[in-house]
């Protein structure tokens, strides 16, 4: 049975050798371990391993979760849907928020946002395969949305996260990984962060130019109940 760290390093080596084929610095992708479902004793072996960034979809699993860690030195990322009611605890308690997709959401989270921490690191959440039920805001609206939020004080704006439609094909895993990074390019902005890839495509995702890979199944192993 293989452990947190043996999957680890093989995360590593993957990471290590799709930057390497991608003409990348591999020091320039950077793992965010998506522990959603899994206990915090697997987030501890995660630290204990090398993990530092650790990312929750769910607010009440993850406040959880940090008040257990609280001897860790670990920063936690906010990924999953944010319902108006929740800003003011995530505001408080991450370090970033890969997911927002709205600015009612980046105003609240502005406002909320304590002032005696550092500004909260955001990613605009895009829906790059035009799936009706993912999160995520269009395309045409990323230059108007950026802008806005990068000039919210609570906030500081550091690029663009997308959960494109699953596919096997390698092609149309770059395809959709293209279209944020040139999406990104695009607004100017100096913007130095791209969340994207997952366990079954990070290496299409850094091929694309990811600085960010959130990494569940293939560091935790499978998720057996509950969210998908
Ligand atoms: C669950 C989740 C992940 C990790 O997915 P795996 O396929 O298990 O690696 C990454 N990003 C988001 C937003 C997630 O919800």
Same mark, same amino acid.
């Given at each position: 049975m293989s452990t947190i760290a043996d999957n680890l390093s093989a995360l590593a080596a993957r990471i290590d050798s799709a930057a390497k084929a991608a003409g990348r610095?591999?020091?320039?992708i950077q793992l965010l371990a998506v522990s959603k479902t899994k206990p915090a004793d697997a987030v501890r072996e995660a630290h204990a391993a090398g993990v530092r960034d650790v990312g929750e979809n769910y607010l009440q699993e993850a406040l959880a979760k940090q008040e257990e860690l609280r001897d860790l030195p670990l920063t936690w990322h906010f990924i999953g849907p944010i319902q108006s009611n929740k800003t003011r605890a995530i505001a408080e308690h991450f370090?970033?928020?890969?997911?927002?997709?709205r600015l009612k959401i980046a105003q609240r989270l502005s406002e909320q946002?304590?002032?005696?921490?550092a500004p909260l690191n955001v990613c605009l959440q895009v829906?790059?395969?035009?799936?009706?039920?993912?999160?995520g805001c269009l395309p045409a609206d990323v230059p108007a949305l950026a802008s806005a939020i990068a000039s919210?004080? %609570? +906030?500081? !704006?550091?690029g663009l996260m997308a959960i494109p439609?699953?596919?096997?094909d390698r092609g149309a895993q770059e395809a959709a990984f293209a279209a944020l990074r040139q999406l990104q390019e695009d607004? %100017? +902005?100096? !913007?130095?962060?791209l969340s994207m890839g997952m366990s079954h495509d990070l290496e299409a995702a850094i091929a694309q130019g990811a600085t960010w890979v959130r990494i569940g199944t293939a560091l935790f192993g499978a998720r057996d109940y509950g969210h998908a």
């Amino acid at each position: 049975m293989s452990t947190i760290a043996d999957n680890l390093s093989a995360l590593a080596a993957r990471i290590d050798s799709a930057a390497k084929a991608a003409g990348r610095d591999p020091a320039s992708i950077q793992l965010l371990a998506v522990s959603k479902t899994k206990p915090a004793d697997a987030v501890r072996e995660a630290h204990a391993a090398g993990v530092r960034d650790v990312g929750e979809n769910y607010l009440q699993e993850a406040l959880a979760k940090q008040e257990e860690l609280r001897d860790l030195p670990l920063t936690w990322h906010f990924i999953g849907p944010i319902q108006s009611n929740k800003t003011r605890a995530i505001a408080e308690h991450f370090d970033w928020v890969h997911s927002v997709d709205r600015l009612k959401i980046a105003q609240r989270l502005s406002e909320q946002r304590p002032a005696d921490l550092a500004p909260l690191n955001v990613c605009l959440q895009v829906n790059v395969s035009g799936e009706d039920s993912k999160s995520g805001c269009l395309p045409a609206d990323v230059p108007a949305l950026a802008s806005a939020i990068a000039s919210l004080p %609570g +906030l500081r !704006l550091r690029g663009l996260m997308a959960i494109p439609e699953p596919t096997e094909d390698r092609g149309a895993q770059e395809a959709a990984f293209a279209a944020l990074r040139q999406l990104q390019e695009d607004l %100017g +902005l100096g !913007l130095d962060t791209l969340s994207m890839g997952m366990s079954h495509d990070l290496e299409a995702a850094i091929a694309q130019g990811a600085t960010w890979v959130r990494i569940g199944t293939a560091l935790f192993g499978a998720r057996d109940y509950g969210h998908a």
